[in-house]
């Protein structure tokens, strides 16, 4: 377990999350010091497979209010300006994408930060480039995307804390529910 100084010191990090409201609340409930949030149109199909999204709120466009007065959650819709999305993350420790993943990787690599896209694995910025290997496709189900979401929170504190190292590419793990401990570890592809 880490240390409890360590656990505060997560509040000095920043992470942005764009597509996953689940992750977000993870991270928020972790202690992470700010978290922002980077919405998009939410479909029937989001709502059925993230748990923190009402089925009413379907077709409309996801924005998060700050969950306490002493929380830093700072809610963007998604824009289409890459000029736009670049300034919303500026200064963050680590992106994580569940959505729009190809867009949020290139925008990481200029930053010069750790991109998480939406398995178990860590792109670092002098390391394999994302866009340099071939992504399984993952499909979620309800316990498959809360299983990937509360591992990648965990990767997100092994980062920030120093406590074991994370999961690097080109090693990675998808939530398989199939498999006797639900998860599978595999090897990106790179490209040729």
Request: hydrophobic letters at 40%; a negative charge; aromatic letters at 10%.
């Given at each position: ?77 998604y824009p289409d300006d890459y000029d736009e999305l670049?300034?919303?993350l500026k200064g963050i420790d680590v ?98």
């Amino acid at each position: 377990m880490a240390e409890e100084e360590k656990i505060d010191y997560l509040r000095k990090f920043s992470v942005a999350v764009i597509g996953s409201r689940m992750l977000m609340e993870l991270l928020w409930r972790g202690g992470v010091g700010c978290v922002r949030y980077i919405g998009d149109f939410v479909t029937p199909n989001d709502s059925r497979i993230d748990c923190t999204v009402h089925p009413l709120e379907a077709n409309d466009y996801d924005a998060v209010h700050p969950m306490s007065s002493d929380s830093c959650v700072i809610s963007y819709p998604y824009p289409d300006d890459y000029d736009e999305l670049k300034r919303q993350l500026k200064g963050i420790d680590v992106i994580v994408a569940h959505k729009h993943i190809d867009v949020a990787a290139r925008i990481a690599e200029e930053l010069g930060s750790p991109f998480i896209p939406n398995l178990i694995t860590t792109f670092l910025p002098d390391g394999v480039k994302f866009w340099e290997v071939e992504m399984p496709r993952v499909k979620f189900d309800p316990i498959s995307y809360a299983l990937t979401c509360s591992l990648q929170a965990g990767e997100i504190l092994r980062i920030f804390t120093g406590y074991h190292m994370p999961t690097i590419a080109p090693d990675a793990y998808i939530v398989d529910t199939r498999s006797q401990y639900y998860l599978k570890k595999i090897r990106l592809r790179v490209k040729e």
